[in-house]
């Protein structure tokens, strides 16, 4: 339950990474409802059983096994919770030091902690116990976040390989909505997780099941419930994989008082979480005087809405600083907008807030979107209030018709929707950042939730186009000017990467770029045009000598016409640089089109004794088309490369992969000149 950078807090109920710990069943039904009772340096039964349990065998590079995770969850009839973590873990590696080695629990005004306790059991059988009182508390608060959340981190004595640790803590809060999930899958394997519910009389649940097999509870009597599953494995990191987050099971529980009061705080549709969610920001859209004269001066002499909404929106993506500030509930509710105006900073939430309110002053109508920023984790048939991001949905007007506003999307209740993100700042109206695309997102409007897809934008939106004019010398020396442009996505990433540098420092990233492709060559010019221009192309100029770019045997030149710029290279190595079969999807940033068209001024005298073949290829998800030409003295290279769509499923990775291995093969390609007169 980590937050992202831009979060609506989540109630924490652990942040360390194990999805979960536990016992052995009989052990553990029988305590589960006890206070503990142990001596301070004793392991207690069910961490015994567990250290003690035959294990299958794992793979050599699992750092650790998690041995037991168990939630045991009452809810009591007035709404409050108490829940009781226990697990323990096998490591197995020294690595597993690093994210096995301790737990961290969270707390604040709404969650406590009654109870914390964490062991080690040695591979000698000893057994070491530390408290609460061995705990050290710390606050999330860094340079963008401050949060009313604080930890207790307790790491385990002697955590080396070949000891078992485990841990029992208790939270006891009460929830703003009744609802919970909980993760039984992590990077390591999984032998045992147990979930125990425990609801008053009268209250019901729905359980839903993602990325596992559903499985059925065992009644345990009096509204007792639990849920199982054993043999969990681990979730191993592949590159280019989708969100961790997006691949484990979990199961989402939701909770139905009897008490009419109570069950206001259950949402059981999408519709439900959007009047959660309205019901908290509707009232911090308030207008004061001193919004609508911003407003009114932001919009001075403009009749066309599209321009209206330019100033509105750089106003609050530009001028109102990423800052957030979440104590209690305001980890959902943001702000008021004119406290927002007068700080001139705020979060996410903050700044949709205060852009819903100017564009309404405009005469523009918007709406608040809840939306998480990696991808597949809302899930359509699962509502939920745990998103971590808010944008903002501009309904667009009849007239308006703007070829340049790309992420819009037809609701066939609330209209033409164009979606836009105040947060990121380098991404201009009518885009949409990568990780918002082709994914889910909440439209909060006065009738309840809108739950809609969102774009993805077509590959000529995110475009690169890379041209060049080089001069080869007799010897193989490559001298020229290049000049990129960069619309969209592309633009936006690079704008990021150069605005972070010193002006002074911008041409070594240039001089990366080339590191990658040329063994020696000389930066002789760079410069960049728009940089600070979000809503124009950006422009990168830059001019080199690579000598001995060719390589000459006699009267031969063999040169290589993809001078610079890769197609996923990497991405063909990764699939073939191991034994082990992918598990997982691959995952791209976005739809895009990349050209590249260089023109060689060849040496006087030589002409072409073979070029490559001109190559078109394609998958389900990609595009490659390159041709090579002389004429009139000069070598003539294009080639075009473009991404369909952005996630590839298992079964579609072979033939991605023969894909990338023939746009390889192209880029190894030469040409090959002869010196035909002296």
């Known amino acids: 339950m980590m937050l992202s950078w831009c979060s609506k807090k989540r109630p924490r109920t652990r942040t360390f990474p194990w999805a979960a710990l536990l016992a052995s069943v009989a052990v553990s039904l029988a305590l589960s409802w006890a206070p503990p009772a142990i001596a301070a340096d004793t392991a207690p039964d069910w961490l015994r059983a567990a250290a003690h349990e035959n294990l299958p065998s794992y ?86 976040i401050y949060e009313d959340v604080r930890v207790k981190a307790l790491r ?41 519910l425990q609801l008053p009389a009268g209250w019901e649940y729905t359980a839903d099941w993602f990325n596992h097999a559903e499985q059925q509870p065992q009644s345990l009597g009096a509204n007792q419930y639990v849920w199982e599953v054993r043999d969990v494995p681990g979730i191993e990191r592949e590159p280019e994989m989708p969100g961790w987050k997006s691949l484990a099971g979990w199961m989402g529980l939701k909770f139905f008082p009897r008490d009419p009061v109570l069950r206001a705080k259950a949402t059981g549709s999408w519709k439900d979480v959007g009047l959660w969610y309205e019901g908290l920001h509707a009232p911090r859209r308030v207008a004061t ?71 309404h002053e405009a005469g523009i109508e918007s709406y ?23 944008i903002i949905a501009i309904r667009l007007p009849d007239s308006v018709n703007d070829p340049t506003l790309y992420a819009v999307v037809n609701e066939p209740q609330l209209g033409r929707l164009l979606f836009f993100d105040p947060t990121n700042e380098y991404v201009p109206l009518g885009y949409l950042p990568s990780y918002l695309q082709a994914s889910y997102a909440l439209v909060l409007a006065p009738d309840g939730g809108h739950f809609v897809s969102t774009p993805l934008l077509p590959p000529a939106v995110n475009r690169m186009l890379r041209t060049a004019t080089f001069t080869l010398t007799p010897t193989g020396d490559l001298s020229g000017e290049m000049q990129e442009i960069r619309w969209g996505g592309p633009a936006a990433q690079d704008r990021q990467i150069f605005l972070k540098e010193q002006p002074s420092r911008r041409a070594e990233v240039f001089e990366r770029f080339l590191q990658g492709f040329l063994p020696n060559f000389t930066l002789t010019s760079a410069s960049l045009g728009n940089l600070e221009k979000y809503d124009d192309v950006l422009t990168l100029h830059y001019g080199f000598t690579s000598p001995g770019y060719a390589k000459a045997a006699g009267d031969m030149l063999v040169v290589s016409p993809r001078v610079v710029g890769d197609k996923y290279t990497y991405l063909l190595n990764l699939l073939t640089a191991t034994n082990k079969p992918r ?23 030589y ?54 291995e023939q746009v390889a093969a192209d880029q190894r390609s030469a040409a090959v000149l002869r010196r035909a007169s002296p």
């Not at 000891?163 to 039984?184: A, C, K, L, S, T």
């Not at 919009?299 to 990423?322: E, H």
């Not at 739809?591 to 006087?604: E, G, H, N, T």
């Open 59 to 144: 793979d050599k590079d699992a750092v650790a096994v998690i041995l037991l995770d168990e939630t045991q969850m009452t809810v009591r009839d007035n709404g409050d919770i108490e829940t009781r973590h226990r697990g323990a873990a096998r490591l197995l590696r020294p690595e597993a030091r690093e994210h096995y080695g301790g737990i961290d629990v969270d707390f604040d005004r709404d969650t406590k902690i009654s109870y914390l306790k964490a062991w080690t059991i040695t591979a000698q059988g000893r057994e070491v116990a530390v408290g609460e009182k061995d705990a050290v508390e710390h606050g999330y608060v860094d340079e963008l």
């Open 156 to 196: 385990f004595p002697e955590a080396n390989p070949g000891n078992v640790v485990g841990f029992e803590y208790v939270q006891r809060h009460r929830p703003y909505v009744f609802e919970d999930d909980w993760w039984f899958q992590d990077e390591v394997p999984v032998r045992t997780a147990r979930f125990i």
């Open 289 to 359: 005087p001193e919004i609508k004269a911003k407003v009114a001066e932001l919009t001075a002499g403009m009749s066309n809405p599209v321009q209206k909404m330019r100033a509105l929106t750089q106003y609050a993506q530009r001028q109102i600083r990423y800052f957030a500030i979440e104590v209690g509930i305001g980890g959902w509710q943001p702000h008021y907008a004119a406290e927002v105006f007068a700080h001139q900073y705020g979060d996410c939430k903050d700044k949709v807030t205060l852009l819903v309110t100017m564009l």
């Open 368 to 390: 608040d979107v809840s939306i998480d920023d990696h991808r597949g984790m809302m899930q359509a048939g699962y509502p939920s209030i745990y998103m971590n991001h808010s």
């Open 583 to 605: 598990k997982y999807p691959i995952e791209f940033t976005e739809a895009s089109r990349q050209d590249d068209v260089f023109d060689i001024a060849l040496p006087a005298g």
């Open 607 to 660: 002409v072409p004794d073979g070029l490559p073949e001109p190559v078109k290829v394609e998958c389900s998800y990609a595009t490659y088309r390159s041709e090579t030409k002389v004429a009139d003295g000069v070598l003539h290279y294009k080639r075009t490369f473009e991404v369909k769509d952005v996630l590839v499923p298992t079964e579609k990775l072979p033939e991605v992969q023969r894909f990338l």
